[in-house]
């Protein structure tokens, strides 16, 4: 069973910076994909970032360039350090881990979330 555990969100002002944390332990499964998505109030989630096994990076159009995504195997992490943020950058931010279960079929597994709050 692969979990997800989020941690470094909090309230900061805007043009401040912040580190978020995810500890993804496996259960064993190979992991495809890890991602970070987030969630404002009344809106759909939307991925941020994410890096694929080979290492290969995406991120929305939103965040390009202010944020970055990166994986630390031996500490089983996946940290996304955002900069220069803005009020619009708020919300529950969630990790996700896309596992393979079995021959071409993945699954998705969500951590609980951490807020991120910018205030103007």
């Known amino acids: 069973q692969v979990q997800l555990v989020e941690s470094g969100g909090g309230l900061v002002q805007a043009g401040a910076s912040l580190r978020l944390s995810c500890v993804v332990s496996d259960g064993g499964l190979p992991i495809l994909e890890r991602a970070w998505f987030r969630q404002a109030p009344g809106a759909q989630r939307e991925m941020v970032a994410s890096i694929h096994s080979s290492g290969s990076t995406t991120y929305s159009d939103s965040v390009k360039g202010r944020f970055s995504i990166s994986r630390d195997y031996a500490q089983k992490t996946v940290s996304l350090q955002m900069n220069s943020l803005t009020p619009e950058d708020s919300g529950v931010y969630y990790c996700?881990?896309?596992?393979?279960?079995?021959?071409?079929?993945?699954?998705?597994?969500w951590g609980q979330g951490t807020q991120v709050t910018v205030s103007s």
């Open positions: 996700k881990a896309v596992a393979i279960i079995g021959v071409g079929k993945n699954r998705d597994y």
